[in-house]
């Protein structure tokens, strides 16, 4: 079956399998307006740990950078491997649910994971473009 488009329609379909937990997200820590939240490099896509330890060990395999945890409450769904967040209602976007067995099967590949672009720091860490160009 395909993926609901947002909580209204996972509703629509019926609640069965889903149950309400704390999600864990990676995000970028700054100074800005907006969120930069670790990506699944392969789908560009942000996901949601339900299990503390697997996001542990995707901070092993990320870029490192000053970043923070998000904990939010999460209406997932195990079997499917998604979760909407509980805070934006029917209009909720789906999120992929990281667990173990996807952490295995993704981390055998290099650079699984990166940080969203748009934020890049000024120590080092990649190339500085000039403003000027």
Known sequence: MQ???????AK???????????????????????????????????????DLEVLKQVWELLPKRQAKLLEFELHANLTEKIGFRAD???????????????????????DTFMWSPGLLSLDGEGEVLSPFA
């Open 3 to 9: 993926r609901p488009k947002n909580f209204g329609e």
């Open 12 to 50: 629509e379909r019926g609640l069965e399998g889903y149950e309400t937990m704390l999600g864990h997200v990676l995000v970028l820590k700054h100074g800005l307006m907006g969120t930069f939240p670790a990506l699944i490099r392969e789908s560009c896509e942000v996901f949601v740990c339900t």
């Open 88 to 110: 934006l209602g029917d209009e909720a976007q789906p999120i992929i649910i990281l667990d173990e067995e996807g952490f295995r099967a993704l981390s055998l590949k290099p």
